[in-house]
C-alpha cells in the first residue's frame, strides 16, 4: 500500500486546476445505462472509483472506451443487469444501477452497498421510491433484486416525497423516472450541483427532467433516449466543488498566495461565507472560474453545522476542522448527515491537538502548534483533512492508507508538489 510522506511547514503558490467532480461523474455514467446510443464523456477524472465504476459498467455488458474525445460507454446491448457484490461492496454509488436497470429493462439486481465506513448509509428512500413507480422489491442474502410485474414492464410515474433529501436516492428515482409511463415529481429532493448536473446529462440524452438542483423535480418519462437529439457530441462534467474547496482550505491553513481554477464559485456559496467569516482573504473571479487565496491576518474559528445543500456541505466538513486548527479562537462542527464522521479526529490529535467529541459535535480549541507524526487515512475526506493537517505540520508525517485519498482526489500529490509542496509517494509502505 502507498503513503505520502509530507515534510511541512509547507508555503503553496502558484495555480491548481481542479478536476471534474467525482459524485457528479458517477451518476452520469450510471445515467448512460438509459441510452441506447454510445455516448462520450469528456472530462472524467482519473480515480479509482470512476474506474470502479467502468468496472462496474463493463460487467453488466457495456462497451467502453476511450480516445482524445473522452470515455465512450455503449450501453445498447447489456448481458446482465446484475451488479455483484465484488464490485458494489467497494463505492456505494454502485447502487445507483438499479434506477436505470429498472426504467430499461424493467428488472435488476444490486448487491447491498458498501463505501466509505461513515455510518450506516441506508438506502430505504431509494427503494420506497422505486416501489411508488412500481416495482416489486425482495431483499435477500445481501441483495437487492427488483422488477416491474405488469405486461409492458415499466415503471409508472406518480408524486414521491423524499423523507429526507438523499443525493443518491434523488439520482436513483430520477433516473428511474427517464423511461418511465408518465410524469414522476419528486419532491423534497436534493439540490445538490452534482443532482442538476445529472438532470442537465439525462436531458443532454433526449430526456425530460425539470428543476434538478431545486428541492421539486419534475420528469416526464420518454420511451426511448435519443442523445443525437441534443445536437452536442460529448458532455462535459461539472467541477469538483469538494477538490475546489480542498485547495482553498489548503492556501488559507498556509497563509498561501494562490490561485484554484475551474471552480463554479455559486457551487461553494456556502463555504466561502464561512471562510470569510473566519477571516480567510478570497477573491473570486466568477467570470473566469477562479478562486484566489490570499494571505489572511489571523483566522478566527467558527460554530458551523453541516447540512444538505445549499448547507454546509459533509464533505468539506473534515477539511474545515483542519482549517480550525489553526484558527486563533475556538470552533465547534457539527455533523448532521452521517453519524459516524469523525474519525479523523484521534488521527488529527496525533499531531498535537486536543479536539474532542461530544455527541455530534467536535470541540476544537484552535490555535495548535502541530508537529508531524505516523496517521492513517480512514475515509476519503478525512483523508483529506489530515494531509492538510500535515502541511502545517513542523517535521515529518507520514500518512498512511492513502488508497481512501485516490479514491476521489486525482493527483492529489502531483498537485501538491507542483505548488511547492514537500510530499513524496512511497510505493508499497516504504
Ligand atoms: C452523496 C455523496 C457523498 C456525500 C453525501 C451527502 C456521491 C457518490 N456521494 O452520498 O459524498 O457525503 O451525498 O452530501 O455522490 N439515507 C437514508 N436512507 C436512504 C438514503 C440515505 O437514511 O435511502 C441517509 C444516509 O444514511 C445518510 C444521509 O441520508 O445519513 C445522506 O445520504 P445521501 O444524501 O443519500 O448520501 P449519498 O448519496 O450516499
Request: glycine share 8%; hydrophobic share 40%.
Amino acid at each position: 500500500m502507498d503513503k505520502l510522506i509530507i515534510v511541512g511547514p509547507a508555503k503553496l503558490s502558484g495555480s491548481v486546476r481542479v478536476s471534474s467532480s467525482k459524485n457528479a461523474s458517477l451518476p452520469i455514467l450510471v445515467a448512460s445505462l438509459l441510452s441506447t446510443r454510445p455516448v462520450t464523456l469528456k472530462n472524467l477524472p482519473r480515480l479509482r472509483d470512476i474506474e470502479t465504476m467502468l468496472k462496474l459498467l463493463r460487467n453488466l455488458g457495456a462497451v467502453v472506451t476511450q480516445d482524445e474525445r473522452g470515455t465512450t460507454i455503449d450501453s445498447a446491448n447489456l448481458s446482465t443487469f446484475s451488479a455483484t457484490y465484488e464490485l458494489v461492496k467497494t463505492m456505494r454509488a454502485s447502487f445507483l444501477v438499479l434506477g436505470p436497470l429498472l426504467s430499461r429493462f424493467g428488472e435488476g439486481k444490486v448487491s447491498l452497498p458498501g463505501g466509505c465506513a461513515i455510518g450506516v448509509r441506508a438506502i430505504d428512500i431509494h427503494l420506497d421510491g422505486l416501489a411508488k413507480m412500481g416495482a416489486k422489491i425482495e431483499l435477500n442474502a445481501g441483495h437487492v433484486q427488483a422488477k416491474i410485474d405488469s405486461d409492458d414492464r415499466r415503471l409508472h410515474g406518480g408524486e414521491i416525497h423524499l423523507s429526507f433529501p438523499s443525493v443518491g436516492a434523488t439520482e436513483n428515482l430520477m433516473m428511474a423516472a427517464t423511461l418511465a409511463k408518465g410524469t414522476t415529481i419528486i419532491k423534497n429532493a436534493a439540490r445538490e450541483p452534482e443532482v442538476e448536473d445529472l438532470g442537465n446529462f439525462i436531458n443532454f440524452l433526449g430526456g425530460k427532467v425539470k428543476g434538478a438542483g431545486e428541492s421539486e423535480v419534475i420528469i416526464e418519462g420518454v420511451d426511448y433516449l435519443d442523445c443525437a437529439s441534443s445536437g452536442q457530441r460529448e458532455y462535459e462534467v461539472i467541477p469538483d466543488r469538494i477538490e475546489a474547496a480542498t485547495y482553498i482550505i489548503a492556501a488559507a491553513m498556509t497563509g498561501s498566495t494562490l490561485e484554484v481554477v475551474n471552480v463554479i464559485s455559486r457551487h461553494l456559496d456556502t463555504v466561502i461565507a464561512v471562510l470569510r467569516d473566519m477571516g480567510v482573504n478570497l477573491e473570486l473571479d466568477e467570470e473566469n472560474n477562479l478562486v484566489r487565496v490570499l494571505p489572511s491576518n489571523e483566522l478566527k474559528g467558527m460554530h458551523v453545522d453541516t447540512a444538505p445543500y445549499p448547507g454546509f456541505p459533509t464533505d468539506v466538513q473534515a477539511q474545515l476542522m483542519a482549517l480550525a486548527m489553526v484558527a486563533k479562537t475556538p470552533s465547534v462542527i457539527t455533523e448532521h448527515i452521517f453519524e459516524n464522521r469523525f474519525m479523523h479526529v484521534p488521527e488529527l490529535n496525533r499531531l498535537g491537538t486536543n479536539i474532542f467529541l461530544r455527541g455530534n459535535s467536535a470541540f476544537i480549541s484552535g490555535n495548535y502548534k502541530l508537529k508531524g507524526a505516523p496517521i492513517m487515512c480512514t475515509d476519503l475526506r478525512a483523508s483529506a483533512a489530515l494531509v492538510l493537517a500535515a502541511l502545517v505540520a513542523e517535521g515529518r508525517s507520514d500518512i498512511s492508507r492513502i488508497y481512501h485519498l485516490d479514491r476521489g482526489y486525482e493527483g492529489l500529490d502531483s498537485k501538491l508538489k507542483s505548488l511547492g509542496v514537500n510530499i513524496e509517494r512511497a510505493k508499497n509502505g516504504l
